[in-house]
């Protein structure tokens, strides 16, 4: 909160709701909790959020793009690995954030799990930032002859995303405990994938 102002911003809300959610977890945690931590009235935050879910989601949002959008973004912007390394790059990077997410910072993950059924927007906006991060990387792969051509790029994007999906959609989580042996089926399906769009 601004001290000086007296004005509760979006942000302190969301700093105080994602330190709330990790104290109590997204099931039991109520707006009066996070108000409590800003040492406000539950109704200053309805102010900024209707209620409990769209509070949620905003910090699953926040919490998407900090931790798996912004290092993937990184990684994009590799100008020496080949398109064929980088796309597997990407993946790998995308699957060891989500499981580490799922071992190491599980009330996060847990809500992240939760509001993937339920904000079908929010989802549908971070499948769609994917996987055009993804057309990024199957266009250079086709202008350097690395790729296979294809009449529309998005259609190779979403389908590697899908095929992929068990490794790191969090619905698959329960399977992720042994790394060893999803790593290796990884491995097994990434070579499947390769085959089909990869000029030998």
Request: aromatic share 8%; net charge neutral.
């Amino acid at each position: 909160m601004d001290k000086k102002s007296g004005i509760l911003s979006r942000k302190d809300i969301l700093d105080a709701a994602e330190k709330t959610l990790r104290r109590y977890g997204p099931k039991k945690t109520s707006v009066t909790d996070v108000a409590k931590e800003l040492n406000m009235s539950h109704g200053s935050i309805y102010r900024h959020f209707p209620n409990k879910s769209a509070l949620k989601e905003a910090v699953t949002e926040r919490w998407l793009e900090e931790e798996i959008m912004i290092p993937l973004r990184k990684l994009l912007k590799s100008e020496e690995t080949s398109p064929n390394h980088l796309l597997k790059d990407f993946f790998l990077k995308l699957t060891s954030l989500k499981q580490n997410h799922a071992k190491n910072d599980e009330e996060m993950f847990e809500m992240y799990a939760e509001v993937t059924g339920e904000a079908t927007e929010l989802i549908t906006n971070h499948v769609n930032c994917t996987i055009e991060m993804l057309n990024q990387i199957i266009e250079k792969g086709i202008n350097l002859n690395v790729f296979k051509p294809v009449a529309d790029k998005e259609v190779i994007s979403r389908s590697i995303f899908y095929a992929t999906a068990r490794f790191h959609h969090p619905s698959h989580a329960y399977e992720w405990k042994n790394s060893k042996r999803i790593r290796e089926e990884f491995e097994q399906v990434w070579d499947l994938i390769q085959d089909g769009f990869t000029i030998k």
